[in-house]
């Protein structure tokens, strides 16, 4: 038998239910703040990607999918999508016509990670893009859109962190001083940070290993290095984060793992999750426009990563709205069905029928089929020009005339009642 690759998941479609639920209220906040989607391609130019996230992440050095393609190009599947969506911008001029863009993508990403829980070689994004703007208000927005994003999907046991990293005035003095302060203590440094210790020092703060987390706690404080713009920046995203009500707490260890963050770096971390526990991470980056052959323009974003949100979402997220019908009788009845469920259809009302089996089997699949209500025909209710509606959830029904059973099922799907107003209850 031919499998799946590892690290690489199906979503069977009782998943797959859940996995729109998500996505829809993702959606629905991205509207209220003004995003539009935009999708672009899966594999891109590898260059697109040491470039914009830097040779020296992990992400760039040891995580990509890269491979020729037949006329010997060097392609590579999408680690991320901050990247794509900025080549997209430059390439179509996005920002000539409105110098702001606020922009989000739904899809799969590759990276070829130590599969794990929570950690996959093809995992899926929310990536939401704010580019243009260079007020602190447009990273706090984001950070408040993406704590507004995991409320409407019933996510709590939240954490923001928040942190500064500077930008390319005052990160080079931070950057020397940690390298050194890092030096002294070498010998407890994992081989990976031992490594990064001449190409990346600051990745040294946020590695898991508990030996370098012993060693960075006396680190120097990227705060302390900030120039006066960064602080006035940072301080202002701190302000504007509390006018709009969203917790958070500060964590100059928080740097994240690509290169192109400048100043804003933000993760929302959950309970329930174990190790890989940020359920949405991003930040500011504003040399990677300018980086990418755009124009100078300053962005802001973030990611949610929709394998962890869904290992979050409660199971029975909710009842499928629509109908079942089953029938038994003489051929009348099934006519009579058939024409209810294209009535059903055609008024926006889901339905489906499976008329070949006895009634029992019949109201098995209407229970299976995930509906809450259930319409049963019979010769009696075809002759009475009736029909009867049977309420899955409450076990109970009750017969209605034919003539209005359709705007009166809706009601019920509206209020979550059938019987309301007659006292059949
Ligand atoms: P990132 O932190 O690499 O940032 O990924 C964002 C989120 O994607 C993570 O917090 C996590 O939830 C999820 N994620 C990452 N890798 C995996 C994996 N192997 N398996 C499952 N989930 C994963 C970015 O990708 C940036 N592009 C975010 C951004 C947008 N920054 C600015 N704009």
New binding site residues.
């Given amino acids: 038998m031919i499998k799946a690759i590892k690290g690489m998941n199906d979503l069977l479609p009782q998943e797959v239910e859940r996995w729109r639920w998500v996505e829809e209220r993702a959606r629905q906040v991205l509207g209220l703040y003004g995003f539009s989607e935009i999708r672009t391609p899966i594999v891109e130019h590898t260059d697109l990607f040491e470039r914009g996230l830097g040779q020296d992440t992990d ?1 760039v050095e040891k995580q990509m999918y890269t491979f020729p393609d037949k006329s010997g190009s060097s392609l590579t599947l999408r680690p ?3 990247a794509s969506i900025l080549r997209a911008v430059i390439e179509h001029g996005l920002l000539s016509s409105d110098p702001i863009q606020k922009l989000y993508s739904i899809g799969p ?1 590759f ?1 070829y ?1 130590r599969p794990q829980k ?4 093809q ?1 899926h ?1 929310i ?3 704010r580019i243009g703007e260079e007020s602190p208000f447009s990273d706090a927005e984001c950070i408040c859109m993406a704590y507004d994003m995991c409320k409407a999907m019933g996510l709590d046991e939240l954490s923001i962190e928040v942190n500064s990293l500077g930008c390319k005035e005052c990160r080079p003095a931070f950057r020397a001083a940690l390298k050194e302060f890092l030096y002294k203590s070498r010998a407890a440094l994992c081989d990976d940070c031992k490594r990064r210790l001449e190409t990346n020092p600051l990745r040294v703060l946020d590695c898991k290993n508990p030996s370098c987390r012993e060693v960075v706690r006396d680190a120097p404080n990227v705060e302390e290095y900030l120039c006066d713009a960064c602080r006035e920046h940072y301080s202002g995203v701190l302000r504007d984060l509390d006018i709009m009500g969203v917790p958070y707490s500060k964590n100059n260890l928080l740097v ?3 290169d192109y963050y400048t100043r804003t770096t933000f ?1 929302i971390k959950a309970g329930g999750l174990g190790s ?1 526990d ?6 500011r ?1 504003d040399g990677l426009l300018k980086l990418l052959g755009g124009p100078d323009a300053p962005g ?6 929709l ?2 949100v869904m290992m979050l979402v409660d199971a029975g997220i909710q009842k499928q709205q629509g109908c079942f019908v089953a029938a038994q009788g003489n051929p009348r009845v099934k006519e009579e069905a058939i024409r209810i469920l294209a009535e059903l259809r055609r008024a926006g009302i889901g339905a489906q029928a499976v008329f070949d089996k006895s009634l029992k089997a019949q109201m098995r699949r209407a229970a299976r089929s995930g509906y809450r209500f259930c319409l049963i025909l019979g010769e009696e209710e075809v002759n009475r020009k009736e029909v009867t509606v049977k309420d899955m959830d409450m076990s109970s029904q009750i017969r209605i005339p034919r003539d209005g059973a359709l705007s009166r099922l809706r009601k019920a799907m509206e209020e979550g009642e059938l019987y309301k107003g007659n006292g059949k209850a």
């Fill in positions: 992400v991320e999508a901050t990403m990276r990670e929570g950690r996959y070689r995992f994004q990536n939401a893009e994240r793992g690509l993760e890989q940020a359920v949405a991470g991003g930040g980056y802001t974003g973030f990611a949610f990563g394998e962890r």
